[in-house]
């Protein structure tokens, strides 16, 4: 059995090692023109990156899906309270862009903000020269300016994007991209898109200001401004949690604060929305009962883990990440910021909450999902799930069609995770990355098309961290901790992902294979961490 990601899927797409820098217009690589680099076997392009691109484009379904994204100043309603902050076309989140695997995606980026922005394809396995990323696979998009992000859509699944620049994301710039499979049965009668995030914009301080709030703190540093809408009594203590001992005896001295405590990270925000929307005026999902609802759940907020459950309703999870899991059934689940889950749910005879509990924040963003008529349930909803069974990452695994066979690894990486908090400075390998010069200041982490490669992702720090790895999807091989002596858990047939929580304290080990050749970001997804330089460069090499 071949080691590739994919069997049915790489049929969609004629292959699944997908293209870096095509020779294309407008392809630019910081790589290949910044002295700092050092390595002269950095590969920038090649022509087996260029044949690979053609090779997508011979296999595609020929179809072209085009769509317009304006980034610019909005004034926009979160239901009831209408705040100043910045949109792609007006709206938060954005309006979801949709397509089918294997077209060709062109999507026009206008720039209509007062500084320069990208857009990042969060999760997609896609050509280098299009990630999005500043200084290191593009030039940033200039004030007034239009550049057109043009690739083929690879592997179907639940997306989202954003931009990369400084905490732009946070000011409303992210919104769904669904990528349909032309072959899936379906087994579903509605779909609910739902995108969690947490808000302070133009209802308080900026996010640039929090940062730098955060940045002269001390050893407890903390942004809190009260919650405007959808406060909660604290019931963490009866929920289950997967707690490390560094969740409980934090290295460093820290102390020990409860699980929910921990997962509130340094920010308490004034509103938490689901589909930009306050718990106090909640978006409505209509459905008849008896149905099945697919329900499409992004979290894209900075800084909050969500726990998610819908009142009197069981949650069976069928993909993360935009890849299927043998479905399994749980009362809760956990969202780190970036990730994505499938569910499937079978609805019953009322109206439902919704709940995304920002775990340690006394605060909820709230839904309601509506078969009937009824009572509404209020802002303050408590479903008795968010106690049930909490999914964990050992509990997923991956389907037969998309599974990897277990390897040894051709090169294995250490990425520490790790940090000062009297500074608010985050790193990776006591590195910290330069968004303008990325080469400089940092060991990259070499790789070579085709092969296996392993990294050991350990956090020493007290804080959770969403790590993401850009252009490639990962299986998830065992999760350990690294202040034990108790062996880790090797998971068998581990789901395949691109973003993962960190616990204090914890290990997570994860494969892939090199296919997709360019210079790739991985990163902590909270956003306030990347600002500050938690961030490393995934070097291809030329052999």
């Not at 995108?195 to 996010?207: K, M, N, R, Y």
Request: charged share 20%; glycine share 10%; net charge negative.
């Amino acid at each position: 059995m071949s080691d590739r990601l994919m069997t049915r899927r790489s049929v969609l797409l004629g292959a699944v090692g997908l293209a870096g820098a095509a020779a294309t217009g407008g392809a630019w690589l910081a790589t290949s023109q910044d002295p700092a680099a050092g390595d002269a076997r950095i590969l920038a392009s090649s022509d087996a990156v260029r044949r690979a691109e053609q090779l997508r484009l011979d296999r595609g379904t020929g179809r072209t899906v085009r769509a317009t994204m304006t980034a610019e100043q909005a004034e926009v309603d979160l239901g009831g309270r209408v705040v100043s902050t910045w949109a792609y076309n007006g709206q938060v989140p954005g309006p979801v862009l949709r397509c089918t695997a294997g077209d060709q995606l062109q999507v026009d980026l206008r720039n209509r903000l007062p500084e320069s922005t990208t857009v990042h394809w969060h999760g997609l396995r896609l050509r280098n020269d299009m990630d999005g990323v500043p200084q290191l696979t593009q030039s940033p998009v200039g004030t007034g300016q239009t550049m057109r992000y043009s690739f083929t859509a690879p592997d179907p699944g639940t997306y989202w994007f954003h931009p990369h620049m400084g905490l732009q994301r946070e000011r409303g710039l992210f919104a769904p991209l669904i990528i349909d499979d032309p072959r899936e049965a379906g087994g579903y009668d509605v779909e609910f898109v739902v995108v969690l995030d947490d808000w302070i914009d133009g209802a308080g301080a900026t996010p640039d200001q929090v940062l730098e709030t955060l940045r002269q703190g001390d050893a407890m540093a903390r942004y809190s401004v009260p919650v405007q809408a959808g406060e909660i009594p604290d019931q963490s203590q009866s929920w289950q949690y997967h707690a490390t001992q560094g969740m409980t005896n934090p290295p460093g001295g820290m102390p020990a604060d409860s699980p929910a405590s921990r997962l509130a990270d340094s920010i308490d925000f004034p509103f938490y929305l689901l589909n930009g929307r306050l718990p106090t005026a909640p978006q409505s999902f209509e459905a008849k009962p008896g149905q099945r609802a697919r329900i499409r759940l992004i979290n894209a907020a900075g800084a909050t883990v969500f726990r998610v459950a819908l009142g009197g309703h069981q949650l069976t999870v069928t993909h993360t990440d935009g890849f299927p899991v043998e479905p399994i059934t749980v009362g809760t689940l956990q969202i780190a910021s970036g990730e994505r889950y499938d569910l499937l749910v079978t609805l019953g005879d009322g109206v439902f909450p919704l709940v995304a509990v920002a775990e340690g924040k006394g605060a909820q963003a709230l839904g309601l999902v509506r078969t009937a008529s009824g009572p509404v349930p209020s802002p303050t909803a408590a479903p008795a799930e968010l106690a049930g069974r909490l999914l964990a990452y050992t509990d997923l695994r991956a389907t037969a069609e998309v599974r990897v066979p277990t390897r040894t690894p051709d090169a294995t990486h250490t990425v520490y995770l790790t940090g000062d908090m009297m500074s608010f400075a985050w790193r990776i390998n006591a590195e910290t990355y330069n968004h303008r010069r990325p080469f400089s200041g940092i060991t990259p982490l070499p790789i070579q098309q085709g092969q296996r490669v392993r990294l050991a992702l350990i956090n020493q720090t007290p804080m959770y961290h969403p790590m993401h790895v850009h252009g490639h999807s990962f299986v998830i091989r065992s999760v350990g901790e690294v202040f034990s002596d108790a062996p880790a858990t090797a998971v068998t047939a581990g789901a395949i992902k691109d973003t993962l929580q960190v616990a204090p304290g914890e290990r997570i080990d994860v494969d892939f294979t090199a296919d997709n050749p360019g210079q790739w970001l991985t990163h902590c997804h909270n956003a306030y961490h990347m600002a500050t330089g938690m961030a490393t460069i995934l070097s291809y090499l030329t052999p």
